[in-house]
């Protein structure tokens, strides 16, 4: 399945050949979802291995396992599936890994069997394309080319960084709290000796959302800490936090089965819109994480 655009945003009702049936979409009491645009999203559900592809404009969902050949299908596998801001020479690009659930980066560094697949935007005759490769192409016995592995060490450093904010975010938690999930904005530029407090999204295991900032090198709570409506409870496996813009953020919650929309709108971040999942995606699925990515900037191609 390769699913095709002609801007810079995904139509999921273009298919291209080698796809397999048609799209979908979820009819609901105005026909309408209402989700931030502009984003592609991936649902899944690591006890299933059920998973879905979601695209924000379109308002319809794709099916990522009807197709056995494609290197994003999951049946039979577990997994989790997260975000990887990659910065190259030009600019930010955003790619989905479906890590192997098992994995832990504490443990040692990424390898090619250390994850299932890793999807991002292709061009082919002046479209924009989400597709995926397989882990075997960043295996260096299978001749894996120097972009790939580079590409891969690149990862790793992602990672290894998310583990020291996370460490950094977790000593910032009252005594009484544990982090069960976080997100921290990229740094903006500002004119020349113009402080910058870029916020820091927690999610604790109680289901309360915090909001810190780094003033005088540490974290501080910028603002007072809120609920999320119907989350009693958080895992870090059964939750996520996506980007929507510089000034918001998605988040799901596996356990209320519901994604909130959490910005600031020139003041303090607050819950300001929720959807339940049954809403867009099919009924009876229950997808324990999601995560997203927004078609943006310049990429790289392997």
Known sequence: MKLKTTTMTLLLGALLVGCGGSSDTKETGDNTINLPDGLTMIFFDNASSQQYLYDTDSEKYEDMNSDTTQNYNMIGKHGLPITWFHHTETGVDQKIVMLNDTFNITEGNLTYEGFHYLGHFHEENNEKHFAAHSADEFNPDNNASVKKLGALKAFNSYLLEQENVKTEI???????????????????????????????????TTGIVYVFGEQNGELTQLQSPFALEGVSSCESSKSAIVKVSDHGVLIFSAESQKIYLVDEHGMDFHQHSTWDIDRFLPSGFTPTVVTSILEEGEHDHY
């Open 170 to 204: 977790t000593a910032a938690l009252p005594s009484d709290e544990s982090l069960c999930n976080f997100f921290v904005f990229e740094h903006e530029e500002h004119e020349e000796g113009e402080e910058e407090t870029v916020p820091h999204i927690a999610l604790s």
